[in-house]
């Protein structure tokens, strides 16, 4: 029997730091039964913050992945949650979240409005067109302004927010909503946690508002069809909720609006209504266009619907180790049922995997199921091989989705074990921590024999860090944060590279002339154009050219920080009949990469951060000063709520401590996000600077 896939929604919940995500998904849990307690993110007891740091530091750091059931006009409805992070060092966690969801919900702080951090999110939940409504939180606190909200969603996000509720009251006096939709007002009983709400009469102040903004909905809707307006023109009052609701869903799912509701999810006011809104707004598995990939054998286009009748095929999009269960893959399936003992093709490495166990998730708690189906989001046990981004699919069907491209990271610091013993044990606690995390990287300097290991930020190796200790008790000393520059060719030259050797029998010989120059713009990683005519380099040849520069790009000639983009155009060269091989020309690029940048004007290229500081008046002089001293620029000042908002681009490597020194500037008052933004070429005499401290760092380290 087909289950009904119309009754099943994926959804997260994404937004800046502090906006309340883990609240309202504490509140969703609690009304959907899931829990019988709530529990508080400031108690350290909430659900969805499982981890020991998350509890103590009372933020979400890891995406947390749960199944609740909500009750929607006398229908149960499954909805999978996924709680995201706020902070932008665990910004990985939203990418590789949205990339299997189904629809979102963005929540906004009612005083805050839209945030540095609620405009990263929007963007990545546009690059994979995952509909989205809006839930405006911490209406009861001081400075809240639900229409000043609406328009900065217009101003900053360019979308076209719809509300469908109004709140009665606001600060200490708000009380509930009021319906737009079905024109009527709600209120949140005090007792209960707000498990029960009533219904009471539209309070006098707000008629005219409610009919305004109810009016701008009922001629949305009119506007859906020709036999809506036909209606609507006739007599507005013909059109139903039920036209109302399906115009709004049809907009949403389009892209074309975003419905906004509004409440206090800690004080237990409006999540109903929320859960509401995800049913009637956003998309089933059922609804979203087909999936697209690419069948490895043919290496043309396939698609797959969510149906039982497809072959099997899912997703994975997070790996992550349980200390009891072992390795354990986050996956959504897209098409086709997996049985728990069933074994899948792993598409990236070409072998089949095993799937011994088939896990639904709470939290960090997993309770074993017989098997799974379309539009579901689970989890595996027991494969051998399974990274971020790999598509499973069944054997006799096989198919690639594309992978999700995560950012590089920015910073890194050397560690060395305190122990002499856990050298080999913290080697394979590394490679086990950036399998679960792509954004974690660990490179080996062979020169000094130190281990370095970068993120996303500060906060990001701190709770890296954190865990080897808690989780695979070891100790390690840690150097100071460094940052992980770039560096960039400036300028284009020539250069001819003939590799030869002759060592008794058959030689190696490849001969290339290329031009090495800056990339285009925008363009990252090698950007390689061959021109070679008449067969000087036979065709079999050019991909190892290009396969040695990639290679050599790994490591500069400046500092030995990678590059970031490189334009490589072969132009010609010769072989010899046996001589030549693959692995000739390979070295003959490896080698010219080396010569043509000794000649070239080369510069390193630094990580600048976008900062917004909120503080209050009185403090934004010494603020921008203190930028400007950073070697940063201040790009705006705004006033919002009595605060003024201080926004700046400044070089990471100036942003060591600044939360200590911001404190102390503003007397503990203000408070600063930091977020990447670019690279940046850094000067002729700053990159001198740089690479004599760099010699520095890493033979006087510990």
């Not at 949403?252 to 609006?257: G, M, P, W």
């Not at 951060?609 to 001293?629: C, H, Q, W, Y």
């Not at 690279?679 to 033979?699: A, D, K, M, N, P």
């Amino acid at each position: 029997m087909q289950r009904d896939l119309t009754k099943i929604r994926n959804i997260g919940i994404m937004a800046h730091i502090d906006a309340g995500k883990t609240t309202t998904t504490e509140r969703i849990l609690y009304y959907t039964g899931i829990n019988h307690r709530i529990g508080e993110v400031h108690d350290g007891a909430a659900t969805m913050d499982w981890m020991v740091q998350e509890q103590e530091r009372g933020i979400t750091i890891t995406a947390a992945a749960t199944t609740a059931f909500w009750k929607y006009q006398n229908s149960d409805y499954k909805i999978n949650i996924i709680d995201t992070p706020g902070h932008v060092d665990f910004t990985v966690e939203v990418e590789r979240s949205l990339r299997v969801l189904d629809g979102a919900i963005a929540l906004f702080c009612a005083v805050g409005g839209v945030e540095a951090q609620s405009e990263t999110v929007w963007r990545q939940a546009d690059k994979y067109k995952v509909p989205r409504i809006a839930y405006i939180n911490k209406m009861d606190r001081a400075g809240a302004n639900f229409f000043n909200v609406l328009s900065e969603m217009t101003d900053k996000l360019k979308v076209k927010p719809v509300p469908v509720q109004i709140p009665i009251g606001d600060e200490d006096n708000f009380q509930g909503v009021v319906d737009l939709i079905e024109n009527k007002a709600y209120i949140w009983e005090e007792d209960n946690y707000g498990f029960n709400f009533v219904e009471v009469d539209i309070p006098e102040s707000l008629k005219e508002t409610v009919n305004e903004y109810r009016f701008k909905i009922i001629e949305g809707t009119a506007e859906e069809s020709e036999e809506l307006l036909e209606r609507f023109l006739s007599s507005p009052d013909s059109i139903t909720e039920e036209d109302i609701i399906s115009a709004i869903r049809k907009a949403t799912l389009e892209l074309k609006i975003v419905p906004v509701l509004c409440g206090s999810s800690f004080k237990n006011k409006g999540v109903q209504k929320l859960l509401d809104a995800v049913v009637r707004f956003l998309p089933c598995p059922s609804e979203l266009p087909s999936v697209k990939g690419i069948n490895p054998k043919t290496e043309k286009e396939e698609v797959r619907t969510a149906s039982e009748d497809e072959p099997f095929a899912a997703y994975a999009f997070k790996i992550t180790t349980d200390p009891y269960v072992g390795r354990i893959a986050f996956f959504r399936v897209y098409s086709g049922i997996l049985d728990a003992g069933s074994n899948v093709l792993n598409c990236r490495t070409g072998k089949r995997e095993r799937i011994s166990r088939i896990l639904q998730v709470h939290a960090n708690k997993f309770n074993p199921i017989e098997k799974i189906f379309p539009g579901d989001i689970g989890a595996a046990v027991g494969f051998k091989e399974i990274r971020t981004g790999d598509t499973l699919c069944d054997e006799k069907h096989p198919i690639y989705f594309e992978t999700i491209h995560f950012p590089e990271p920015v910073l890194g610091i050397a560690i060395e074990p305190k122990f002499q013993v856990d050298v080999d044990k913290l080697t394979l606690t590394l490679v086990k921590i950036t399998e679960e995390d792509p954004t974690f990287c660990v490179n080996y300097n062979e020169e000094t024999g130190q281990t370095i290991v970068q993120g996303m930020g500060e906060l990001h190796i701190d709770i890296i860090l954190d865990r080897l200790k808690r989780e695979f008790n070891l100790e390690v000393n840690r150097g100071t944060p460094q940052v992980a520059y770039k560096e960039a060719i400036l300028s284009e030259v020539r250069h001819r590279e003939v590799y030869k050797k002759q060592s008794g029998g058959k030689g190696k010989f490849a001969d290339i002339d290329v031009i090495l120059s800056p990339a285009d713009k925008d363009f990252t990683g090698l950007q390689f154009i061959n021109e070679v005519k008449s067969g000087n380099i036979p065709k079999e040849f050019i991909p190892s050219v290009e396969k040695g520069f990639k290679f050599a790009m790994h490591n500069g000639v400046l500092a030995g920080y990678p590059m970031q983009s490189l334009k490589v155009t072969l132009l010609d060269g010769s072989y010899h009949n046996v001589d030549s091989d693959s692995l000739s020309f390979e070295i003959a690029a490896r080698l010219a990469f080396k010569e043509a940048l000794k000649k070239a004007k080369v510069g390193l290229m630094e990580p600048v951060m976008k900062l917004e500081v909120v503080t209050p008046d009185g403090f934004a002089g010494d603020i921008s000063a203190d930028v400007n001293r950073r070697r940063g620029q201040v790009d705006g000042l705004e006033i919002k709520s009595g605060y003024h908002i201080v926004k700046a681009k400044v070089p990471l490597s100036e942003m060591f401590g600044y939360v200590t020194d911001l404190r102390s500037m503003t007397s503990g008052r203000a408070t600063s996000s930091l977020e990447f933004s670019h690279f940046e070429v850094v000067s002729q005499s700053l990159t001198e600077e740089i690479i004599t401290r760099l010699r520095g760092y890493y033979h006087s380290y510990f």
